[in-house]
C-alpha cells in the first residue's frame, strides 16, 4: 500500500483484512503489516501479506529496503485530492527502481465523497495508461465498493505467469 498521506491506505486495508470501516485511524508510522488467507480459484490456498506504508515523506527512507520483497504494489491516491495523483511520477520511480517490474495497480479512493471529486476516473485512467500500470480501479472503503475486486484483480495478476500445479 503505497500513496501519500491521509489517501486511505490504512481504511482499505483493515477494509479488507477485516470487513469494516474505521472511522479514526492513527497516523501510520513507518510501515504496518497485515496478512490475510484466501481461497485463490476456489482451490488454492494463497497468504496475502500486505504491507502499509507511511504516506509521509519522512518514511520514504524504509520503502527502498521494504520493495525488494514486494510482489505487488497498490498506489492510493484521494479523489478529492489532485495533489495525491500528482505523486505517482515519483512513488512509481522508487517502486521500480527497488522491487523491479512488479504489477501496480493505481486506486481511486474515497468514491464515496464523489460530490467533493477533484480528479476524474478518466484522468485516472490516463495516469494508469501512461505509467504503464497493470490496472486501475475507483472504490469506497468507507461503503465497501469495490474493495474485494481490487484484491481480487491484484491477485489474478499475481498469478497469471505463476504455474499452479493443479
Known amino acids: 500500500m503505497l500513496g501519500d498521506a491521509s489517501v486511505g ?14 472511522r479514526d485511524l492513527r497516523m501510520t508510522i513507518g510501515v504496518d503489516f497485515y496478512s490475510k488467507n484466501i481461497l485463490f480459484h476456489n482451490v488454492h490456498r494463497v497468504k496475502l501479506q500486505i504491507w502499509d506504508f507511511g504516506g509521509e515523506e519522512r518514511f520514504r527512507f524504509l520503502l527502498s529496503q521494504y520493495c525488494k520483497g514486494a510482489n505487488a504494489a497498490f498506489f ?3 479523489i478529492t485530492n489532485a495533489r495525491t495523483l500528482e505523486q505517482l511520477p515519483a512513488w512509481t520511480q522508487l517502486i521500480r527502481e527497488n522491487a523491479g517490474d512488479i504489477p501496480i495497480m493505481l486506486v481511486g479512493s474515497k468514491c464515496d465523497l464523489e460530490e467533493y471529486r477533484a480528479v476524474s476516473r478518466d484522468e485516472g485512467i490516463q495516469a494508469a495508461k501512461s505509467y504503464s500500470l497493470t ?3 475507483e472504490l469506497s472503503s468507507k461503503t465497501g465498493d469495490n474493495v474485494e475486486k481490487a484484491f481480487e484483480v491484484l491477485t489474478e495478476t499475481l498469478f497469471e505467469n505463476v504455474p499452479i500445479d493443479d
Open 76 to 78: 492510493l491516491y484521494d
Open 9 to 22: 491506505k490504512t481504511s482499505l486495508t483493515l477494509r479488507y483484512i477485516s470487513g469494516f470501516f474505521l
Open 135 to 137: 490496472s486501475f480501479i
